[in-house]
C-alpha cells in the first residue's frame, strides 16, 4: 500500500513537472512579455495533464475592462511561444472545460505567424479555423462579396468569443 502511494505521487509530481516545465512557464513568459497581457488569466497545460499531444489553453479569468482583442492577443502570443511545437489540437477552455479546439497544425500556423501577418486578417479568420470539442466545424467559411465576408466573418469572431468565455464571466459581473 505505501510503494503505490508513493509511485502515485511520484507519477502525479512528475506530470506537474512536466507541465510546468514545457507548458506552463513558456506560455506565462509569453504573456508577461506584455503589460497589457495582465488582465487575462490564460494558463497552459496538457490534455488531462498528462498527454503531450494535447496543449490545452484554458481561461480562469478576465478583467471587465478587457476586450476580446486583449483575449486574441494572449492566445496569439501563447501560440508563438509554442510555435517550434507540434500538438495534435489545441483546446480553448473556460475554467477546465473545453468550448473550442483548433487542429493543432492551424495552431502553429497562428505562431509562426505571429510576427508578420496582419493580426486583422488573423482574427477575422480565426472562427472559421475553429472546431466545437468533438472536432466538428463551429462556425461557417464565408464565400463571396469582400465586405459581406468580412463582416460575416467578424460577427462570427465575436460569437466564438461569447461562446468561450463571454458569457459564462458577464454573469460573474
Same mark, same amino acid.
Given at each position: ?5 508513493? %509511485? ?6 512528475? %506530470?506537474?513537472? %512536466?507541465?510546468?516545465? &514545457? ?26 495533464? !498528462? $498527454?503531450?499531444?494535447?496543449? !490545452? ?24 511561444? &509554442?510555435?517550434? /511545437? ?10 477546465? /472545460?473545453?468550448? &473550442? ?22 482574427? /477575422?479568420?480565426? %472562427? ?22 468580412? $463582416? ?18 458577464? /454573469?460573474?459581473?
Amino acid at each position: 500500500m505505501k510503494k503505490t502511494l508513493i %509511485a502515485a505521487i511520484i507519477v502525479i509530481a512528475g %506530470a506537474i513537472t %512536466a507541465n510546468g516545465i &514545457f507548458v506552463t512557464w513558456p506560455a506565462l513568459r509569453a504573456k508577461a512579455a506584455d503589460s497589457r497581457n495582465e488582465n487575462v488569466s490564460l494558463y497552459a497545460h496538457y490534455g488531462w495533464g !498528462v $498527454n503531450p499531444t494535447t496543449l !490545452v489553453l484554458d481561461l480562469w479569468d478576465i478583467s471587465p475592462t478587457a476586450s476580446m482583442a486583449d483575449v486574441d492577443r494572449v492566445l496569439l502570443d501563447t501560440a508563438e511561444a &509554442f510555435k517550434n /511545437r507540434s500538438f495534435s489540437k489545441v483546446e480553448l477552455a473556460l475554467r477546465g /472545460r473545453t468550448r &473550442f479546439r483548433f487542429e493543432g497544425s492551424y495552431f502553429r500556423q497562428l505562431g509562426e505567424e505571429r510576427d508578420w501577418q496582419n493580426p486583422v486578417f488573423t482574427i /477575422r479568420t480565426m %472562427a472559421e479555423n475553429t472546431k466545437d470539442p468533438e472536432g466538428r466545424p463551429s462556425f461557417e467559411t464565408w464565400t463571396g462579396g469582400w465586405l459581406g465576408v468580412i $463582416n460575416r466573418q467578424m460577427e462570427d469572431h465575436h460569437e466564438m468569443h461569447r461562446q468561450w468565455y463571454i458569457n459564462d464571466l458577464s /454573469r460573474a459581473y
